[in-house]
């Protein structure tokens, strides 16, 4: 199904390379570019495209709008990088189940007891973390590595990266979110939180990995000679670096902190109050010098490592307060405030907040008349989606069926989501992941019209994001006319945004 859908949709990848029609006649002359079979015969550029249409193939994902086109078994659109496509065993009777066979065609719903019968707890799960249009949109393939869903050569090489070096040495899954968070939490260099993030997931280039991927015949350390080069090895284990190591403040004795990965050391020094930004820096060093030595013969020397490692984290931590002190003695930036729109026309804002403990996202919506008076409102539950930007595209789509369940004929619509504001204002197709559900608001649009939409600040935004926290408090749905909920009367009248 996906190579029926980029028959139709996909020949813009390719279509602006030079010498396609000559490629077309010699290669695949009978059938299109995503049948084309790779020949031993073809140029470098031949191979190129092959190799690019390739990653697409197994890149590219399904976003599900009707879910007629979307096979249950067959095709990649559950919201994994790692497992797009159901692994559970097939139920008779259901061997050409489309996606739309688990939806509910008249509440526009997922059928819970249908998707937990059919799939595992964890597949079940990201079923129902998929938002569904409330109207019938189309299917779509995108690519869920870039904000946009449109392919980009860097990212398609990131994605290569990650399939070929995919490697999770953590069995618990609490654990490993507990070590992204300290890692992306590091206060070292952003270079220094992705190579550990790397090293955590054994994605670096070592011979250990260059062996599994048959680029060497042999993993042996070329500097103790005796071990196998792993990410671990080549950072903390190999005896080559026990004077590195000796040297830093809290390892002087690494035998305290066994531990057979990145990851695991990481989460081991951070329970033992050692500094993790320190060992995240050192590392980094080790690995740079370990490059230099490959690419250059003028190389600092290994007693250098800790201090050269030590200077940059000192200063990187005092550029950072710096910028924090200027911050907070030029105090807050002027932000635009809210204002009522123009005669005859109303404004609807809107505003998402995320509730994961209760598995749950809140909507709220406030309409203002041209005099400034909140004239409708609107709280709401909804199901967690498996991306926090849903939950902004969310709000703006309730918004808009909003206005056409108020008969509203003329209105503005505005927002604290610069993407999602962005994304409205587009009059191209959005391949988003929430693209379906402003595609599907948009579509109500018959008997009234938005005359513009508008990016305002979280500050300017108050009203309408009150509102989305009060839904926390909400069954369901909570709608106000002519009114709004009494508590928010203070932060009306602070300020009509």
């Not at 390719?14 to 015969?41: H, T």
């Not at 659109?77 to 259901?94: K, M, N, T, Y």
């Not at 250990?208 to 070329?222: F, G, P, T």
């Not at 379906?436 to 600040?457: D, G, P, Q, Y």
Request: charged share 20%; aromatic share 8%.
């Amino acid at each position: 199904m996906m190579l029926s859908w980029l028959s139709k949709h996909g020949d813009y990848f390719i279509i602006k390379i030079l010498y396609f029609i000559v490629f077309k006649k010699k290669f695949f002359p009978n059938c299109s570019i995503w049948e084309a079979q790779d020949s031993s015969s073809g140029s470098h550029a031949w191979h190129s495209i092959i190799k690019g249409r390739d990653v697409l193939l197994k890149g590219a994902r399904w976003r599900v709008g009707c879910g007629e086109d979307i096979s249950i078994w067959n095709d990649a659109w559950l919201p994994s990088q790692e497992h797009p496509r159901i692994l559970s065993d097939i139920v008779l009777g259901f061997e050409d189940g489309r996606v739309s066979d688990l939806i509910n065609p008249c509440t526009r719903t997922w059928d819970e007891n249908l998707v937990h019968g059919l799939f595992s707890p964890e597949e079940a799960t990201m079923v129902l973390s998929i938002p569904l249009s409330r109207t019938l949109v189309e299917d779509k393939i995108i690519w869920p590595f870039t904000p946009s869903g449109n392919y980009t050569v860097n990212s398609g090489s990131k994605f290569l990266t990650k399939l070929n070096f995919m490697y999770v040495p953590a069995d618990n899954p609490q654990q490993q979110n507990e070590v992204w968070k300290l890692i992306w939490g590091l206060n070292v260099p952003s270079k220094v939180r992705n190579f550990m993030w790397r090293a955590c997931k054994e994605a670096t280039p070592t011979k250990y990995n260059l062996l599994k991927r048959k680029i060497l015949n042999e993993d042996k350390c070329e500097h103790c000679g005796v071990e196998s080069k792993t990410t671990a090895h080549a950072l903390w284990n190999c005896s080559t670096l026990d004077e590195i190591w000796e040297s830093t403040l809290g390892f002087e004795d690494r035998s305290q902190l066994g531990a057979p990965n990145i990851m695991d050391l990481i989460n081991l020094t951070h329970e033992q109050r050692k500094n993790v930004d320190l060992l995240a820096m050192v590392m980094w060093t080790i690995w740079h010098r370990r490059n230099q030595l490959r690419a250059s013969s003028n190389v600092f020397p290994k007693a250098q490592v800790i201090q050269q490692a030590s200077q940059a984290i000192a200063t990187f931590q005092q550029s950072q307060q710096s910028l924090t002190n200027h911050a907070a003695a030029t105090g807050p930036q002027h932000c635009a405030q809210w204002h009522p729109p123009p005669a005859n026309c109303v404004k609807l804002n809107f505003n998402g907040a995320v509730f994961p403990e209760l598995g749950k996202v809140s909507l709220g919506v406030v309409v203002h008349n041209s005099q400034g008076n909140a004239i409708a409102s609107l709280s709401e539950q909804a199901p967690l989606p498996f991306s926090p930007v849903i939950v902004e595209a969310m709000a703006a789509a309730r918004a808009i069926t909003f206005a056409h369940e108020l008969g509203i004929t003329e209105f503005m619509l505005e927002g604290d989501s610069e993407e999602v504001i962005n994304s409205l204002r587009s009059i191209e197709a959005s391949l988003t992941t929430y693209g379906h559900l402003l595609e599907s608001a948009k579509s109500t649009l018959v008997t009234s019209k938005c005359i513009a939409f508008s990016h305002i600040c979280r500050s300017g935004n108050r009203v309408a994001h009150n509102l989305a926290k009060h839904a926390r408090h909400v069954r369901g749905l909570s709608v106000w006319v002519e009114n709004i909920p009494p508590h928010i009367y203070d932060v009306l009248i602070a300020g009509p945004g």
